[in-house]
């Protein structure tokens, strides 16, 4: 079955709104990762971050592990923001790369 | 920033021919990947290698071989193209360093088999 899934599918802001993206999974994994894909297909790491909050700019990432789930803030959107966001894990019982089918986020000025 | 890049960028191919993507990165990653993108399957990992010489089976590898010929080069073959071949394929490396993994994309290749 899916190991990582992710939600909302997709999500519509005005600009200047927050966003929520979840991450769920369902293996014991190890090293979660989120990334960003632009519209154009350039895919950016994000965050490494297995667990605990991590902040870079607008972005937070909170990971709690035992609840196997890690979510993605997104303060003030900006239409620059749009685009797919996917988490992604390393099972720790395959030692595979596993991602979610993504969130895909578009922000209207 | 590391520099990975992808060649060629666009591809079209006919049932049965022979294909061979390219990728390289400059800043001496140890690990090196192959991921194809399928819309409602996310990315999914193909190959994966951690040096020279050095090739890991991932999780949809049928159909596909790889080969990582330097540090820097690692190429995906296609050698029997099939229409459930036509993707966007992704080529990535990492440091793997403290068990950090950061990856850096390459680019992409959108490859069509007819």
């Known amino acids: 079955g899916q190991q990582v899934q992710q939600s909302p599918a997709s999500l519509v802001l005005q600009e200047g709104e927050n966003a929520e993206l979840q991450c769920n999974f369902s293996?014991?994994?190890?090293?979660l990762q989120w990334f960003y894909q632009h519209p154009g297909g350039r895919l950016v790491s994000l965050f490494y971050n297995p667990s605990g909050t991590k902040h870079t700019g607008r972005l937070t990432s909170t990971t709690v592990t035992n609840e196997r789930r890690s979510s993605l803030h997104i303060s003030s959107s900006q239409t620059t923001d749009s685009g797919t966001y996917f988490c992604?894990?390393?099972?720790?019982?395959?030692?595979?790369?596993?991602f979610g089918t993504g969130t895909r986020l578009q922000v209207l000025p | 920033e590391a520099a990975v890049t992808q060649s060629p960028r666009n591809k079209v191919t006919v049932t049965g021919g022979n294909v061979t993507l390219s990728c390289r990165q400059t800043?001496?990653?140890?690990?090196m990947y192959w991921y194809r993108q399928d819309t409602g399957h996310g990315l999914r990992l193909i190959h994966y290698?951690?040096?020279?010489?050095?090739?890991q089976i991932g999780d949809v590898p049928d159909g596909y071989k790889a080969t990582r010929t330097t540090q820097e080069d690692f190429f995906l073959l296609l050698e029997l193209a099939s229409p459930s071949q036509t993707s966007l394929y992704f080529c990535?490396?990492?440091?793997?360093?403290?068990?950090?993994?950061?990856?850096?994309f390459g680019p992409g290749t959108r490859l069509l088999v007819l």
């Open positions: 992604a894990i390393r099972s720790s019982n395959t030692n595979k790369v596993v």
């Open positions: 293996s014991t994994a190890t090293r």
């Open positions: 800043n001496s990653h140890n690990y």
């Open positions: 990535a490396s990492s440091v793997r360093l403290g068990g950090e993994d950061t990856q850096y």
């Open positions: 290698s951690y040096g020279a010489g050095n090739l």
